[in-house]
Structures are given as structure tokens and as C-alpha cells.
């Protein structure tokens, strides 16, 4: 008797063994590769190195169409990156706006989950040369994800979470709106919904609803200098483009100045720079060139950037909308740059025309329908005075920084009000 309850009870604690290791695999009788492979055949899949925390990652390179309506018009090579721990917990997926960058963000961290980044179409690696612009649209793009995310919920059965950094969190917002039931949870931070080409929301920020009089008196004095030392600048620039071996064809060194003078408020409060430390006029022009290169950022305006940002330039000029430039402070020592607009860093060779609807129906479905998103902002930050303000019936949580920049994140909250975000994502993930 004793025997037979002995023999039952070690079958009984087999079976448990393989139940159990069942149910936490990948699934059941195949490895994590093998599942991709079969959810993805036609993708190109290869190992990489594990970000801090993940047990499997891979790159994977998927043949994603063209246009999602008529596939048969081509392919481009499209690169996600995939960070493993379960198939219960849940997924954070990464909706880049711009090139992937492969980086634990910080929503995965917060909630232990897995990650799935997907580059931007056209962008990075995800870039086909030349670049078929009719299909580089938000409506193109969020198929994408919409397509990947349909195939991995095969496989991973917890709960989603979309999040996106600026122009990211802007896509994770039309994701959002688009195919609402894809994810449980949107968190975008700094994501702007822009009304026009040129939203003068951004010029009234940095102008009369942020920092001191003196301090905006103090930032356009230093616009001011920057061009009343034009030749001295000039030549600093020369000087860091030749040590940093930048290239300055598409546009020119004068541009370059007076773009950077005319951005220079913009990046200031986008950046969170302190108003202390802006050169008086008594500086001298690598004075006033090194702080305008730590705000700023020449690099910005050189060859290498100029070409990486075409697409985002073309998407903001036909769809996303941008801001437009203040003329006021300067425009008497203006000798090269006409238009307050940011068309000129768009491409040359294709026809653009701005559609005002397409952000409009996606700012009315967050702010009246939007549950379920958790909105970042730095109380300081120029995007955000492009915020979406959701209505107050909604089940949506929206978390401004006072005095916080671009780089908000949720460490830099004060301690409550930390623990009222992951309450609020903690209630939503139930």
C-alpha cells in the first residue's frame, strides 16, 4: 500500500513538473526562435545581445509592404527588435518615431515586462534608397505596427502597452486612435499634437508663458548677439566643422546661423537650459558659439542630420504639422533666411501639401474617447504647449513636470506622485 502511494505520488509531481514548465515556456514543445520563425517565415531572424534583464532578444527584419492595401506594389525591409522574459507577462512595444534605438525604455522597466521596438518606416536601418514618399504616411505606418503586434499576441498572451518619446509618443497616440483595442495601455511622453504647419502655440510659450521677462529679455539678447557677431561666428563654425568634419552643402554655414539663432528659444525651453547661464554681451564669439552649440547644436544643420531627417521633415510638413519661427527678436539682421517656415529642411524633389485634418481627428478621439493613456510631460517643454487635454470623464491620467524639459520621465516625479502613476497603470494592467 505504501509502495503504490509512493509510486502515485512521484507521478503526480512529474506531471505537475511538465505542466508547470509547460505553461511558462514559449509554448508548448518549441523554443522562442522557432515560434518567431513560424509567426514570421519569410523574416529574417538572428540572435542579439540581452538589454539589462531579458533572458532571449532578437532582431528580427520582416519583408512589410509598401502600402498594407495593396501589397503586391513591393516590400521594404523593415528592422524590430524583441526583448523576452515571459509570453504571460506583459509587452511593452515601442512605437519609435524616428530610427530604433535599441535601449531598455523606461515603461518595461517599471511594469518587468517584455519589449518589442519597432523602427519607424523609412528611418534607419528600416530606410529604402530612394525613398518611395507617397507611402511614407502615419496611416502606412501604424499598419505596420498594427500588422506586427496582430501576430505576436499569438504568442504573447499578457497585457499590452504602447509608449513613445516625443514624435514616438505622438505615434502612440494616432496608434492609439486607430486601432484602439490593439493595446490595453498608451503612456506616450512629450507628444505634441501640432494644428498647423506652423502652430503658434509653441511661439506664445517661449515668448509670454515661460520663465521670467528677464530671462526671455536675456535669451532673445543672446539671439541678438549671435548675428551681430555674424563673422566671428562664422568662423567658430567653420572651425568645429572642420575639427568635427561636418559637412555644410545642403545647407550653408550662414543658414546654419541664422536657423540656430531663430531655434534657439525653442531648444532652450524644449531642453530645459538655465537662464543663468546665457552669455551676456560682453562674452566673445567661442563664448557665444560654445553655448549656442550646447543648445542648439550646429551638428543639427550639418550634411549627416540634414539627410537623416528628411523623412521627418516630410511627414511634419504633409501630416504631423511643425512650429514656425519668430521673426520679431532678429528679423533686422536677417540676410539669408526668408521664410518663417520649416520647408526648407524638407526633400526638394517631391511635391508636399499639408492635409490640417489628419492630427485633428486624432487629438478628437484621445481627448474624448481616449481611456486608458497616461500622458508625460516637462511643465517647460515647448511640445507641450501642443498637448492634448483629455476630458475629465475619461479614464485617462495626464502628468505635467513643473518646471520639467523634453526628458521627462517618471524618475523625475516627486515620490507620490510616482506612486499615483503606477497605482493609476497598476489599476489599468488588473
Known amino acids: 500500500m505504501n509502495k503504490i502511494k509512493y509510486i502515485v505520488v512521484l507521478l503526480l509531481v512529474s506531471l505537475n513538473f511538465q505542466f508547470g514548465f509547460a505553461q511558462t515556456d514559449v509554448a508548448v514543445g518549441t523554443d522562442l526562435e522557432k515560434s518567431l520563425m513560424e509567426l514570421f517565415p519569410k523574416a529574417e531572424i538572428k540572435k542579439i545581445k540581452n538589454l539589462d534583464g ?111 518619446i516625443s514624435k514616438g509618443g505622438e505615434t502612440t497616440l494616432i496608434y492609439k486612435s486607430k486601432y484602439p483595442k490593439d493595446v490595453d495601455v498608451a503612456m506616450p511622453y512629450v507628444a505634441p ?37 555674424r563673422t566671428a561666428l562664422l568662423k567658430e563654425i567653420k572651425e568645429h566643422a572642420a575639427k568635427e568634419k561636418m559637412q555644410f552643402t545642403e545647407l550653408s554655414i550662414e543658414e546654419a546661423l541664422e536657423y540656430g539663432a531663430l531655434e534657439f528659444p525653442f531648444s532652450f525651453w524644449q531642453w530645459g537650459a538655465n537662464c543663468a547661464d546665457i552669455p551676456d554681451t560682453n562674452s566673445t564669439a567661442k563664448e557665444l558659439f560654445d553655448y549656442f552649440n550646447k543648445v542648439v547644436g550646429i551638428s543639427f544643420y550639418n550634411d549627416e542630420q540634414y539627410y537623416n531627417l528628411l523623412p521627418s521633415y516630410y511627414q511634419h510638413m504633409s501630416e504631423l504639422g511643425y512650429y514656425g519661427f519668430d521673426f520679431t527678436p532678429v528679423k533686422d539682421l536677417l540676410q539669408v533666411v526668408k521664410s518663417t517656415s520649416n520647408m526648407r529642411f524638407a526633400p526638394k524633389d517631391v511635391a508636399i501639401n499639408y492635409n490640417p485634418k489628419y492630427i485633428k481627428k486624432v487629438r478628437k478621439f484621445v481627448e474624448r474617447k481616449g481611456d486608458k493613456i497616461l500622458y508625460i510631460y516637462g511643465g517647460d517643454d515647448t511640445w507641450g504647449a501642443c498637448a492634448p487635454t483629455p476630458k475629465r470623464r475619461l479614464d485617462a491620467l495626464k502628468m505635467v513636470l513643473p518646471g520639467g524639459s523634453h526628458s521627462a520621465r517618471v524618475k523625475d516625479f516627486p515620490k507620490e506622485d510616482q506612486q499615483k502613476i503606477m497605482k493609476t497603470l497598476e489599476r489599468w494592467l488588473q
Open 54 to 164: 531579458y533572458s532571449e532578444s532578437y532582431q528580427l527584419i520582416l519583408d512589410q509592404p509598401l502600402d498594407h492595401s495593396h501589397p503586391e506594389r513591393g516590400t521594404f525591409k523593415h528592422f524590430i527588435y524583441l526583448s523576452h522574459l515571459d509570453v504571460k507577462k506583459p509587452m511593452v512595444i515601442e512605437t519609435e518615431g524616428y530610427a530604433a534605438r535599441y535601449v531598455k525604455n523606461e515603461v518595461s522597466s517599471l511594469l518587468n515586462a517584455n519589449q518589442l521596438i519597432v523602427e519607424y518606416r523609412f528611418y534607419g536601418k528600416s530606410r529604402p534608397n530612394p525613398i518611395p514618399w507617397e507611402y511614407l504616411t502615419n496611416d502606412q505606418a501604424i499598419a505596420d505596427y498594427h500588422s506586427i503586434v496582430q501576430k505576436l499576441k499569438q504568442l504573447y498572451s499578457g497585457k499590452w502597452i504602447s509608449t513613445g
Open 193 to 229: 499634437l501640432i494644428k498647423t504647419q506652423e502652430d503658434p502655440r509653441t511661439v506664445e510659450h517661449y515668448t509670454s508663458k515661460v520663465g521670467t521677462a528677464e530671462c526671455r529679455a536675456n535669451i532673445v539678447q543672446f539671439q541678438r548677439a549671435l548675428l551681430l557677431n
